[in-house]
């Protein structure tokens, strides 16, 4: 009989998640991440991005959004037994379409041979100023 348990999966070194959900959940040899972005997990802040005195959003950077998002995502696959070539889906999410060049030219040096399915769309607005997040399908080992 197959193991669908489900195990909440907490990475010590990711982001805090921003509500009540696990970073993953595993069930049989599927690890299901949730919704990533690109905070450190010791500063809390966003790689690239500058705000005003205002609050206003003034400059972000999509690669190195899009290359601490892909680390995020690493670090809590390999927590759960995994890792970036056991991916089997990714969902991104991004501010501005307009990135999408740059965002796919980080994203071809993590997976310069596999190649998981991969859906890309671009969202109206994402939490704590982030311009983009990913969400994860992978096997364990």
Avoid: W
Wanted: glycine letters at 6%.
């Amino acid at each position: 009989m197959k193991n669908n348990k489900l195990t909440s999966i907490f990475c010590k070194e990711a982001p805090i998640p921003l509500g009540n959900y696990a970073h993953a959940v595993q069930c049989g040899d599927l690890i299901y991440v949730s919704g990533i972005a690109s905070r450190d997990f010791v500063t809390d802040q966003i790689p690239g991005l500058e705000m005003g005195e205002d609050g206003i959003k003034r400059h972000y950077d999509i690669r190195l959004e899009t290359t601490a998002t892909l680390e995020n995502i690493k670090k809590i696959l390999i927590s759960a037994g995994s890792d970036l070539e056991h991916i089997i889906e990714i969902n991104s999410y991004l501010l501005d379409m307009k990135d999408f060049k740059a965002y796919n030219e980080v994203f071809s040096v993590f997976f310069p041979t596999h190649r998981p399915a991969r859906t890309t769309i671009a969202v109206a607005g994402l939490p704590g100023n982030i311009a983009i997040e990913m969400k994860v399908i992978a096997s364990k080992k």
